[in-house]
T-cell receptor, first 109, second 113 residues
């Protein structure tokens, strides 16, 4: 099946810094999604981004489907950005999302 | 407001017992899913269902069972056959085609004592 790899596994930032999280996937996918899991375990969808670039406030995401990777940019990070960021590739076969292992982000004030 | 409700938030189980985790959604989504999350790891799919009275095994179905008698409900039973059940369990739902609108519940943390 499809493999989804995320890097880096851990990231510590000072408040106000920018960061880039990467997601590589092993096969063609129908769509790619980014999620944020807060420290209490709640997962929120950030982006549905099969290709191209989208922006939502301080967050933006880019997927280059032909090269099988996606990037999540966080600008001017805040302590509330802390948590785990997951990317997930949607497999048409089986109609399910396959998740990467996540990037743990800690933003220090 | 539409959403997914998981209960209980915390659950303690003695070894050898079966326990059932509840998941209810009012989003009118066709598909529902159960994921398991272990510390420092991603989400692994246990079971999923695309329509009432039908469900499929995911990647780690052994020791678990589900039912889908109503569109809104997808309970998960962790049986005594599951050797290492302590984990965080997440329920999700989505529009079936294309995986749109993936929405997660707030999770149930199960601990075996």
């Amino acid at each position: 099946g499809i493999q989804v790899e995320q890097s880096p596994p851990d990231l510590i930032l000072q408040e106000g810094a920018n960061s880039t999280l990467r997601c590589n996937f092993s096969d063609s996918v129908n769509n790619l999604q980014w999620f944020h899991q807060n420290p209490w375990g709640q997962l929120i969808n950030l982006f549905y981004i099969p290709s191209g670039t989208k922006q939502n406030g301080r967050l933006s995401a880019t997927t280059v489907a032909t090269e099988r990777y996606s990037l999540l940019y966080i600008s001017s990070s805040q302590t509330t950005d802390s948590g785990v960021y997951f990317c997930a590739a949607y497999m048409e076969y089986g109609n399910k999302l396959v998740f990467g292992a996540g990037t743990i982000l800690r933003v220090k004030s | 407001d539409g959403g997914i409700t998981q209960s209980p938030k915390y659950l303690f189980r003695k070894e050898g017992q079966n326990v059932t985790l509840s998941c209810e959604q009012n989003l009118n989504h066709d598909a529902m899913y159960w994921y398991r999350q272990d510390p420092g790891q991603g989400l692994r799919l246990i079971y999923y269902s695309q329509i009432v009275n039908d469900f499929q095994k995911g990647d780690i179905a052994e020791g678990y069972s589900v039912s889908r008698e109503k569109k809104e409900s997808f309970p998960l039973t962790v049986t005594s056959a599951q050797k290492n059940p302590t984990a965080f369990y997440l329920c999700a739902s989505s529009i079936w085609e294309g995986g749109y609108g993936y929405t997660f519940g707030s999770g149930t943390r199960l601990t075996v004592v």
